[in-house]
């Protein structure tokens, strides 16, 4: 795990400032803590910061082939390595180190860019072939690492982060108003597009070859829910499910350091520990977040959890105040606005991983999304069934069986949310169904933009971008597989791997694993027939059924809770933030742009009386002070140091419980 | 002293335009226009305008009255809280 960046000639000859090349790595430090690597020619620049996990002694980078005509840099890791190593030496390769970041050089050599079909990992990485004078850039296949980049001067400039790119000085740093549009639709850009006008990302599960000043962008991997033409019994089902994801879990085991694992006390990050403890030797370290605020806090299944696998543990309780004085710095690292508070109590999480000297942890993310937790899923299931018989009477009671763990639930008024969930069926794509309540939801807190930036907006839709991401024909798709499917190529990877994932664990530089996403299990997952994916309205119904002898029951039938965090309470709740008041003030929201600030100051007073109940007031509120946060610390003043440290709350974060 | 229609109108607009519009009325709230079709109040807003509702005029709203009959419009809700308050 790591932070890599470079910079490369496009089409004319001019020399690759080393000073630039080394401050994109400098900023990357939180990425990449335990030393720097750089590779400089004529037309290439590169830079590594290397957080050391496997092959402490050996593994710095740059890494090279045989003859030193071909060089990488990797963010991530290949938990194949060693399987590949042994093939890779077999057909005459010689390795200079033991780390697996060599095993992509040979595998290139071996077989240029197909190299990536036989990679298992999480990766984003950048090869110089010197030869070919190709570059070629990569990322995994559900983007749990990043990679971003831009075109400036006549020059391809990329890195791990934003705020590396942002380092050279030539690159204009301007929120782009369509970005804004689609974060306050969807939760997140769609790819290519980012928060940062002409900043773009490489999309999961593409690479990128540029060579001779032709640049090439191809998807090589897509989810695809084919139906399993080999019918088996569900238990064969959960059973080589279950083989599957230990071997999975064994396999991202593989460090030369130790790993732990959280634990939120729902059943996906339960499956990850249990596995972890009965089928590996691996000691078994547990970390987890707990609330104050008992709307949010599942500590009592966590200590049910920790009591069963007699579990080695620490915890961080999140208070309103801890939340609101991070998330300067949570926003710092997602560099994008965001909607939910949720990254921050990670961010949290992983400072206390890192202060208990662990660099590694497994988590469960990704189980929602392949084997169908969701309650969008759920929702769509029972808007289906409803749409079948409209005028039925008693169809629409199943809807009081959604959010049984909502306090202000959107389904008490029955009629009310038949109404809500009944979007027109005419004014967007039919596969979009199981979505467009939330979209359509989420699009209402539009309504403070300001004049300006609804002017720019106005006449614009999204739908054709959306449409460019949704590669597969997934119109042939059954409903449950399609609204998964948007799921993993939305939400997935362009804001829990990321603002929730990768973003908030490497700010302490932790690297997060996740042996749900291991492309076999998911492979696997998108064949199983929908039913026991959801059976009836039992969510993971198959991954239930293969731990039932290995988990408490009480784990395994729990309702299901989403993770959240306090949203509006983080920032109003008798706790004053200073730089909350500054930037929800007038004069900043004029000076912005963004927003209209009348209508802001009566949110910001609603939220004062604690008034602020719904889905709509707390997105908006986390939603527009994010986005002023994007604007003061990435287009104001663009300085870590000052910056963060103007805007910071208190310098002791937190407490370890 | 019992309110008129008028009154409760007037008051109800305004929590409207300042908890859902947040004071942005661009004279689209008329009297009869739908607030589930103009996605003015949605499901879970709809419990914040019963609370505030419960509070002003002291009395409560059961959840099968929550319907989009007694809800959906300035009309509707006017006529719905005239009747609970007079009964």
Redesign the interface.
Known sequence: MCGIAGILNLNKQQEIPLNTIKSMAEILQHRGPDGFGFYIDDTIGLAHARLSIIDLEGGWQPIYNENKTICIILNGEIFNFIELREFLIDKGHTFSTKSDTEVIIHLYEEYGIECLNHLNGQFAFAIWDKEKERLFLARDRVGIRPLFYTLANGTLIFASEIKSLFMNERINREIDPYALDQIFTFWMTIPPRTAFRNIYELPSGHYMVVEKGNMNIRQYWDPDFIPDTNLRTEAEYAEALLELLVNSARLQLRADVPVGAYLSGGIDSSVITTLIKRYTDTPLRTFSVTFSDKAYDESAYQRQMIEFLGADHSNINCTYSSIGNVFPEVIWHTETPILRTAPAPLFLLSKLVRDSGYKVVLTGEGSDEILSGYDIFKEAKVRRFIEKYPDSKFRPLILKRLYPYLANSPVRALKYAEAFFNVDGNDYPAEYFSHMPRWSTTSKIKVFFSDHLKDILSNHTHFDELSRLVTNDIGKYDYLSQAQYIEIKTLLSGYLLSSQGDRVAMAHSIEGRFPFLDHRVIEFCCKLPPSIRINVLTEKYILKESMKNLLPASILNRTKQPYMAPDSKSFFNGNKLDYADELLSTSCLKDAGYFDPKAVSMLVKKCRQNKALGFKDNMAIVGILSTMLVHELFIKHFDKNISINRLRVNKELHAIC | MLTTTMQLKSEIRQFIV??F????DDDTLGDEVSF?GK?II???????L?SFIEEKYIISID?EE???DNFDSLNKISTFVFKKTTL
């Open positions: 300042d908890n519009l947040y004071g942005r589930l996605g949605d499901s879970t807003g709809i419990l914040e019963v959840d929550l319907i989009p």
